[in-house]
């Protein structure tokens, strides 16, 4: 089975401040990884994606994602916050193999900003 | 200029009325999906898609139907609302090929059901 978790419900940074949002996932075989953003009455943007390789992953507006195998993390990651980012973050896994249609979503965490 | 997009927005709706929720993309995609997600919480997947005449569910059980008679089309329907139908759901697209192709998200219509 599948699974995703993100263990804080509610991240507070300051801005300038560094920021991470936690999320280890659970998965047979290896993973694909995913973090998407979503802002208010709005759909979800994908910000960035784990296949193979590279075990740190850039990817849009600053953010990063470090993908740790021992631990099964996949942690989000800005060196500087900045106000728009306030937003709601997910994480997802999908399982590498044939047949595994699904993105498995974590329940979200509120990353709040704080000028 | 390529896109996802859904409609209503938004739909306020008494019980029994029966309602279908529109979702189309200009990027050629094959896959599509639907998802439904509470306010706040995350997304379960309701039904899904690998092209024309393909249709699927997810794996939330969902009273709703889907159908895919044009690649670009992906509409959803209640064939009879109930207030247990109240919450979000997001279209997505993707392209065909491999699993680790990212979703690209309509904005969504938020449902409420009377």
């Known amino acids: 089975a599948q699974s995703v978790a993100q263990p804080e419900d509610q991240v507070n940074v300051a801005e300038g401040n560094p920021l991470t949002v936690k999320c280890t996932y659970s998965?047979?075989?290896?993973?694909?990884l995913f973090w998407y953003v979503q802002y208010p009455n709005r759909g979800l943007q994908f910000l960035l994606k784990?296949?193979?390789?590279?075990?740190l992953v850039k990817g849009s507006y600053g953010f990063e994602a470090e993908f740790n195998k021992s631990q099964t993390s996949f942690h989000l990651k800005k060196p500087s916050a900045l106000v728009s980012d306030s937003a709601l973050y997910f994480c997802?896994?999908?399982?590498?193999?044939?047949?595994?249609?699904?993105?498995?979503f974590g329940t979200g965490t509120r990353l709040t900003v704080i000028p | 200029e390529a896109d996802i997009y859904q409609t209503p927005r938004y739909l306020v709706i008494g019980t029994g009325k029966k309602i279908t929720l529109e979702c189309s993309q200009t990027?050629?995609?094959?896959?599509m999906y639907w998802y439904q997600q509470d306010p706040g919480m995350e997304l379960h997947l309701i039904h899904y898609?690998?092209?024309?005449?393909?249709?699927e569910k997810g794996d939330l059980s969902s009273e709703s139907t889907v159908s895919r008679i044009r690649t670009e089309h992906f509409p959803l329907t209640l064939e009879s609302a109930r207030p247990s139908h109240t919450s979000q759901y997001l279209c997505?697209?993707?392209?065909?090929?491999?699993?680790?192709?990212?979703?690209?998200f309509g904005p969504g219509t938020r449902l409420t059901v009377l």
């Open positions: 898609s690998y092209g024309v005449n393909s249709t």
């Open positions: 997505a697209s993707s392209e065909m090929g491999a699993s680790y192709n990212e979703q690209f």
């Open positions: 998965v047979s075989g290896n993973p694909y």
């Open positions: 784990y296949i193979t390789g590279d075990n």
């Open positions: 990027m050629g995609h094959d896959k």
């Open positions: 997802a896994v999908r399982a590498y193999q044939t047949g595994a249609n699904n993105l498995f």
